[in-house]
Structures are given as structure tokens and as C-alpha cells.
């Protein structure tokens, strides 16, 4: 069993910042990709960011030079520091993570995707 447990959403003022994270729990063999995707009211879920095992990173045009991920493989957690936030951040930003279970997964290149219970981010004056 696996497990993502996410911190650090709340209200913040239009060019605050945040710093979300997302630590995996559980047998696991080993991570693969993270990443962060959020759902505003009325849209689709959406990627936002996302890291590989080897720190290559990917971002959506609207977060680029705002937004920075990163991860601490040592603690099987994720991160999303959020810079100069706007009002059309506000949504519920979910992490997701793919992990490989045991040896024989890594063997057979398999995964498995798990999702964060969300954390609301409101962006507001």
C-alpha cells in the first residue's frame, strides 16, 4: 500500500508564494516521475509541473518562471515552490507519482500511478 500525503495549500495574496509538498509513504521499490497538476472549478485537470528520476523537469507555459519543482529522493517527496502567484492559480492541486512496487516491476519496467488527496490553493485579496 501506498500512500501520498500533501501540505502546505492555503490563502495567499496575489504575488505571495506557497511551497506544496508531497511525501510518499509505503513498500516501494523505487520512484519514477512526480508531478503536479491542478483542477480549477468548472476545468479539467490540468498538468502543471513534473520531474523525472534524474531531475528533468517540464512545466505548463502558464507557471514557467513562477513556478519550480523539485524533489528529495532520499525522502520520496516532491515539491512546488509557487512564486508570484495569480488569481488564476486558485485551484486544488493534486500530486501525482509513479512507482515501481518491487524488484520484479523494475525488472519488467512496470508502474504504478498514484494521486494526492489535493490541497486547495486560493489566490485572493
Known amino acids: 500500500q501506498v500512500q501520498l500525503v500533501e501540505s502546505g495549500g492555503g490563502l495567499v495574496q496575489p504575488g505571495g508564494s506557497l511551497r506544496l509538498s508531497c511525501a510518499a509513504s509505503?513498500?516501494?521499490?523505487?520512484?519514477?516521475?512526480m508531478g503536479w497538476y491542478r483542477q480549477a472549478p468548472g476545468k479539467e485537470r490540468e498538468l502543471v509541473a513534473a520531474i523525472t528520476s534524474g531531475g528533468s523537469t517540464n512545466y505548463s507555459d502558464s507557471v514557467k518562471g513562477r513556478f519550480t519543482i523539485s524533489r528529495d529522493n532520499a525522502k520520496s517527496t516532491v515539491y512546488l515552490q509557487m512564486n508570484s502567484l495569480k488569481p488564476e492559480d486558485t485551484a486544488v492541486y493534486y500530486c501525482?507519482?509513479?512507482?515501481?512496487?518491487?524488484?520484479?516491476?523494475?525488472?519488467?519496467?512496470?508502474?504504478?500511478?498514484?494521486w494526492g488527496q489535493g490541497t486547495q490553493v486560493t489566490v485572493s485579496s
Open positions: 509505503g513498500s516501494i521499490f523505487s520512484i519514477n516521475a
Open positions: 501525482n507519482v509513479g512507482v515501481v512496487l518491487t524488484f520484479e516491476d523494475f525488472r519488467g519496467e512496470s508502474e504504478y500511478d498514484y
